[in-house]
Structures are given as C-alpha cells and as structure tokens.
C-alpha cells in the first residue's frame, strides 16, 4: 500500500517569500507523484506531476517540485508567493503503469498575507 | 479545453433517503473515479470503474454505495440511505488511460440532515 505524509497542517508566508511544502511518500513499488491545489470552495487542480525523467518538474503559477528517490520526497516550492496562492496544497501518488487510485497527504493549507 | 462536470453543485437531503450525484466524464476518457472529501480532511478514494465493472474500490464503499455508466456519457454515485457521515465534498474524476493523470470535476457538496 501506499501513503503519503504532508507534515505541515498550514504553513503561514508573507507575500513576495519564498514558500516549500514538504511531502514524503512511502511505496514498496514505482509511483508518479503529484501536487494538486484547492482553492476555496473549489475542486482539485492540478499543479505539477513527477512520471519520469528530470527530477524537477515545473507546474503552472510557478510552482515547481523536486522528486527525491533516497529520500522518498516530493517538496512543493514557490520563490515568490502571491496572496492568490493562499489554497489548500494535496501531495498525491499512484502507482505505476497501473489504472489504480490517487492516494492524497492530508493536505498542506497554504496562508499567504500582506 | 474539455473538463469534468458534475450536477448538482450543491445537495441537501434527509438522512435515510437516497441521493444520486452526476458526472460527466471527459468524453475520450476510459477510467472513472469517485473520491469524497469530508471537511477539513484528506480526500480519499471511493470507486474506481472500467469497461462498465468496478475495477477497485475502498472500505467506504460498502453496501449502500453503487455506480452506474448509465449511457455513454453520465457516470452515477448512487447512496441507498444516506447517513450523516456521508455528508462531504465528492469528486468525479477520468483518466484517458488509466495511467498517469486523473482529471477532476469541481465537485458535489453533500449534506446530509
């Protein structure tokens, strides 16, 4: 089975810093990864997937995240943040090569202000 | 750019009736998905769905919960009597393949009274 730990429930930031929301996995077998965001009172949207290749993957609204094998990591960064990023941040993964379901982290709240 | 849509946005029903939430998959797509997510907490999988038969599903997916592909577009969550605790956010997602990217609908607020 798999599961995915988001350690921080909500990560305060003044806007124009820098931002990382942290993201470990556990999976005995290969997994894609992936970052979605929900931003109040509205569905999942994608923001970056990791399926192969480059461990740096860049997302929309200049997200980007780094896959780390060793260390079963998937960290969400942003160098400057916008108040309109202010949303709830779900790490997500599957397995491989396979139809099977997206396992969710409990999710990441993101509080960017003035 | 082709999206999933699902109807009603919002839904209040009585506890012990039964609800059907829609959705409208991207129409190319092959693999059907419905997740819930109660407030404030993770979302989690219910179902998955392919060539018409439930191809997994999860503990919460238990008797009182059913989907159809009713015809080829409309994708159906059916809860038979409904409980407090169902009451949640559920999302409908498709999958062209399967394999990679799972593709969200904005979700069906679920209350149950």
């Known amino acids: 089975a798999q599961s995915v730990t988001q350690l921080d429930s909500q990560v305060p930031v003044f806007e124009e810093a820098p931002v990382e929301l942290r993201c470990n996995y556990s999976s005995s077998v290969s997994v894609y990864l992936f970052w979605y965001v929900q931003y109040p009172n509205q569905g999942l949207q994608l923001l970056l997937k990791?399926?192969?290749?480059?461990?740096l993957v860049k997302g929309i609204n200049g997200f980007e995240a780094e896959f780390n094998k060793s260390q079963t990591s998937f960290h969400l960064r942003k160098p400057s943040v916008h108040i309109s990023d202010t949303a709830e941040y779900f790490c997500?993964?599957?397995?491989?090569?396979?139809?099977?379901?997206?396992?969710f982290g409990t999710g990441t709240r993101l509080q960017v202000t003035l | 750019e082709p999206e999933v849509t699902q109807t009603p946005s919002h839904q209040v029903t009585q506890m012990g009736q039964e609800v059907i939430l829609r959705c409208v998959p991207i129409?190319?797509?092959?693999?059907f998905y419905w997740y819930r997510q109660i407030l404030g907490q993770k979302v989690e999988f219910l179902v998955s769905f392919y060539n018409n038969e439930i191809s997994e599903k999860s503990e919460i997916f238990d008797d009182q919960f059913s989907v159809e592909r009713p015809d080829g577009s409309n994708f159906t969550l059916k809860i038979r009597s409904t409980k407090l605790e169902d009451s949640a956010m559920y999302f409908c997602?498709?999958?062209?393949?399967?394999?990679?990217?799972?593709?969200f609908g904005p979700g069906t607020r679920l209350t149950v009274l």
């Open positions: 997500a993964v599957k397995v491989t090569g396979t139809a099977s379901k997206l396992t």
């Open positions: 990791y399926l192969s290749g480059s461990t």
């Open positions: 997602a498709s999958s062209p393949t399967g394999g990679e990217q799972q593709f």
């Open positions: 129409s190319n797509h092959l693999y």
